[in-house]
């Protein structure tokens, strides 16, 4: 089968197109057929070392932790799918796999794709949306439900985690305010957004009303925020820099929260997001399709921080 490979760390000029042994799925996991995969930012992050003291690398390594494909075969134990099945899951394995004609999945983190959706959007939507989705829940307590009156601010709404924050906070009856660039903005407000603010405006904040909770899916100091919040806010980073962590040893006290958050791989979650699209309360906006071997391409893109929504590859 093709894949792209690193061989050790490094940026995208690191990946390289090979051939290597179709692999054979163990008991409890399946083989997977990968029609679509999708970037995120974690990636090429992990590739360059810069996590390597939390999320090291095992190389050579396969990157991807999204796929969306078909059912191949199936290790022993595993039941509840078939050959052929259209399937869509992140990859819980810490090695990945997924930039490449064939993975290896959990059956636990594996779900069946809803009738109608699309390969790419089955690839661009299990990190993404499972960050968005617990990041709100269990992060920043935000109630799936009956949220009215509620205000919540979505940092980096345009990207791959914030466009689906806006929504998901939206269906929770929340009052939604997106931080992006002025170009960006209309998209945003489609997406259900009650208003949006430009970030490279001096005055974007002025007279703003303070909010209940923030999801911050850019990064860095939560400093600029906290004067944003409300006395008892939720601040969740699900990009965290070191401040994240440091902010709450600093203010032991302080009735706000600041929180990072790190995904959970969770089949259940992922079930929910796509109910959500099968009821057209979710739309997964698509940036740039990429071939397999344009990889690098796809990554560097990422790298410059403008994509709007998710980056897709397509595998086959």
Request: glycine fraction near 12%.
């Amino acid at each position: 089968m093709r894949a792209m490979q690193m061989k050790g760390y490094g940026g995208s000029e690191q990946l390289q197109l090979v051939e290597l042994a179709q692999p054979l799925p163990q008991s409890g996991k399946v083989l997977v057929r990968v029609h679509c995969a999708s970037v995120n930012p974690v990636d090429w992050k992990r590739a360059s070392g810069a996590l390597r003291l939390i999320m090291p690398m095992r190389f050579p390594a396969v990157p991807g932790y999204d796929v969306a494909g078909d059912v191949v075969s199936m290790g022993a134990g595993v039941g509840g799918f078939s050959v052929g099945m259209r399937v869509h899951a992140r990859i819980a394995d810490m090695n990945a796999g997924g930039c490449a004609d064939y993975a290896i999945v959990g059956a636990a983190e594996l779900v069946a794709m809803p009738d109608g959706m699309p390969y790419d959007v089955a690839a661009a939507l299990p990190l993404a949306g499972m960050t968005a989705l617990q990041g709100l829940r269990d992060g920043a307590g935000l109630p799936m439900v009956a949220a009215a009156g509620t205000r919540v601010l979505v940092v980096g709404a345009s990207g791959g985690v914030g466009h689906i924050g806006v929504q998901i906070a939206k269906q929770a009856g929340a009052w939604v305010t997106g931080v992006c660039s002025g170009a960006n903005a209309p998209r945003v407000r489609e997406l259900g957004a009650d208003e949006v603010r430009d970030y490279t405006r001096g005055d974007a904040f002025n007279g703003v009303a303070p909010f209940d909770v923030v999801l911050d899916c850019v990064g860095g100091d939560p400093g600029p925020w906290l004067r944003l919040m409300t006395a008892q806010a939720r601040y969740v980073s699900v990009i965290p820099g070191p401040m994240t962590f440091i902010w709450p040893l600093l203010n032991p006290f302080s009735r706000r929260r600041v929180k990072p958050w790190m995904l959970k791989t969770n089949a259940d979650d992922l079930r929910y997001l796509d109910g959500l699209w099968q009821r057209g309360s979710l739309k997964v906006i698509i940036d740039d399709r990429y071939p397999l071997p344009s990889l690098g391409q796809a990554w560097q893109r990422s790298i410059s921080g403008r994509a709007v929504g998710k980056i897709v590859i397509e595998v086959a």
